[in-house]
Structures are given as structure tokens and as C-alpha cells.
């Protein structure tokens, strides 16, 4: 059980509801919208008005129509390859120098394109349900500019680790920045004072780890796996920046991250290896 944190050695199962640190019944201060901090409490409570309270999460909607246009667009409907959309924006390390295709030929923008292809109707389907099921919640949870930042900094590092484990045949799909909203739904719980392992959330993780590495799959398990590492690190930034009431921290972080992930990905994109299963 949680500490109260102005009191250590008080248990307590109440949190703030607006810093989500853990407080004694000392500390705790009745609002309109719950149990408040001393500090939270001094603070101005921000009037919701009928339009804020069903706010919908737009940036997630939008990811969503950018990567259905992007399937329909292709013209192969993500047959694997043989659309322009595919061939041009599709992540590849390099194809050898001087062939002016791939990340280390000076296509970075593969980094991010690629997170927005599928490989095929199934592929997108899946990805689709998991974005707009955990999107949404986060979005709402987040608000936009911060679920925005998690989304990019987990696609990122998605890159990242799918250039780890090949850089030479092409990869798609949105699953990297899914596997980071994955991780920070995870943080989430945690932030709440519930297990994410014995979650809906962490069995859907776990199975989905699982089918990663499963053989002739063709699935890009170091995508997933760098996605969930750059989602749940830039998650815990973002959650110091509502602990500390400072939104740069979080900001920050997820720059940091984002940055981290970006140099590794130039770092390795020049290297010829293949590690699929």
C-alpha cells in the first residue's frame, strides 16, 4: 500500500485527483471533482463546461483517417510491395550506397511514413481497433498535445528498434507507436494503484509480445519492442510533469526520447544485417 506523501509511514489507498500522489486522511481535501493535496487544493479548481466534458479525442481520429488513406491510397490495398506509397515510404535501412533508397541514403521521413502503412487489410484492422481502443482513452486521459507526444515518440522508437532487427527488408505498420500506447496504458494503471500485469491491458500486451516472436509471422518484433520501450519511457516523463505541475518536464522527456531514438536510428540505418525470426 501506498505512503501518504507528507506523512511517510501512513498508509493509505486515496490519491489526489489531480497529482495522483498518495494522501492520509490529514491531507485530504473534499472538492467538487474529489480528494485534493493541501498544494492541489490552494489551486483553482478550471470550470468544465458541457462542450470540454465531451471533448473527443480528434488527434487519435485523425491518426486513424491518415492511415486508412494511406491504405486505400496505395492502390494495392497493402498486397505487400507493389504500390508506389509502399516502395517510397516504407522503412529500409539502405539497399547499399549509392542507390539513393533508405534512411541512410537521406530518406529519414521513412522513419515516420512508415508508421502509417499496412501490409495488408488484416494488418490494419488490428492496428486500427488497438488505436482507436487505447487512443481514445489516453487522448482523453492525456489531453491532445501530450497524447500527441507520446504517439510520436513511441513511433519513433518504434524505427528504431525495427532498424535493429533488419535494416535491409522493408517494414510497416502503426503497431510500433500501438505497442508505446500499450506501455503507457501500463504506466497508467500503475499511476491508479492497479497491477498492469493482472490488467485487460497487460494480458493484451503479453499475448500480443508472444505472437511477436512467433516464427514465419514475418512480424517485426523489434518494432513492437522498441515501441513499448519508447511508450512506457515517455509515458513516466509525461507522468513527472503532472506530478510536478510543470507540462515542460513532460515535454521534455519525450523530446529527449524521441531524439534518443531518431540518433540510433541514423546510427544503425547505414549497417546491412537481417535478425528475422
Not at 505487400?80 to 539513393?100: A, E, K, R
Not at 511477436?212 to 513492437?224: A, D, Q, R, T, Y
Not at 546510427?267 to 525470426?277: C, F
Request: charged share 10%.
Amino acid at each position: 500500500m501506498a505512503e501518504c506523501y507528507r506523512h511517510p509511514g501512513r498508509d493509505t489507498g486515496v490519491s489526489c485527483s489531480n497529482c495522483s500522489r498518495p494522501i492520509c486522511t490529514s491531507c485530504m481535501t473534499p472538492t467538487p471533482v474529489g480528494m485534493r493535496c493541501p498544494e492541489c487544493a490552494k489551486q483553482k479548481t478550471r470550470v468544465q463546461t458541457l462542450s470540454s466534458l465531451g471533448a473527443e479525442p480528434r488527434a487519435t481520429y485523425i491518426l486513424i483517417g491518415l492511415c486508412v488513406i494511406a491504405f486505400l491510397g496505395g492502390g494495392d490495398f497493402g498486397r505487400g510491395g507493389g504500390g508506389t506509397l509502399f516502395q517510397d515510404y516504407s522503412l529500409i535501412g539502405t539497399l547499399g550506397p549509392g542507390t539513393g533508397i533508405g534512411v541512410a541514403e537521406g530518406e529519414v521521413w521513412r522513419l515516420v511514413t512508415s508508421g502509417f502503412l499496412h501490409g495488408g487489410i488484416l494488418h490494419i484492422l488490428f492496428n486500427m481497433y488497438l488505436l482507436y481502443l487505447l487512443g481514445t482513452q489516453l487522448e482523453s486521459r492525456l489531453g491532445t498535445p501530450r497524447f500527441v507526444a507520446l504517439y510520436v515518440t513511441a513511433l519513433l522508437a518504434g524505427s528504431f528498434g525495427a532498424l535493429v532487427q533488419t535494416t535491409i527488408s522493408p517494414t510497416v505498420g502503426a503497431s510500433g507507436a500501438v505497442f508505446g500506447l500499450m506501455g503507457a496504458m501500463l504506466v497508467e494503471y500503475r499511476r491508479q494503484g492497479i497491477d498492469p500485469l493482472r490488467s485487460d491491458i497487460g494480458t493484451l500486451l503479453l499475448l500480443n509480445l508472444v505472437i511477436s516472436f512467433l516464427p514465419g509471422f514475418n512480424i517485426s518484433f523489434g518494432g513492437h519492442i522498441g515501441g513499448l520501450v519508447g511508450g512506457i519511457a515517455a509515458a513516466l516523463a509525461i507522468e513527472q510533469g503532472l506530478r510536478r505541475r510543470q507540462a515542460w518536464v513532460g515535454y521534455a522527456g519525450c523530446l529527449l526520447i524521441a531524439g534518443l531514438a531518431l540518433a540510433g536510428a541514423l546510427a544503425i540505418a547505414g549497417d546491412p544485417h537481417d535478425y528475422g525470426l
